[in-house]
């Protein structure tokens, strides 16, 4: 495995454990489809929640959530709808966070979480 697959397992495996550590139900991890792939799929309370995960080693070339474009964002909000229509859940609003997260120190990240940014 890469080394930047390596941090990114880590840095879902941390969103997964912050989420949870705050009560949320994870109901879906690394969800694939043939358009892509949502990293978490959640319960926020009553709130059906997507949450894309970025995580990088510095910001040095710019926070994570920066590197979700409009496209990208495009296409969660795609993907939301086939996760939706695969696990037969009807008309729901779902919300799409993302969540940064940086590397601080050994095994430890600063996590920056955007609630309903697309």
């Not at 495995?1 to 495996?13: F, S």
């Not at 358009?35 to 910001?59: Q, Y």
């Amino acid at each position: 495995m890469r080394t930047k697959d390596i941090l990114g397992r880590r840095g879902e495996d941390a969103a997964a454990g912050h989420l949870a550590g705050q009560g949320w139900v994870i109901i879906d991890r690394n969800w694939r489809c043939a358009e892509g792939e949502l990293d978490i799929v959640a319960r926020d309370g009553a709130d059906l929640v997507v949450c894309e995960v970025k995580t990088r080693s510095s910001t040095d070339y710019g926070t994570p959530a920066e590197a979700v474009t409009p496209a990208k964002a495009a296409r969660l909000r795609r993907l939301a709808s086939r996760w939706l229509a695969a696990h037969g859940v009807g008309h729901t609003i779902v919300r799409i966070d993302i969540i940064g997260l940086v590397v601080d120190g050994p095994g430890r990240f600063s996590v920056d979480h955007h609630r309903g940014v697309c």
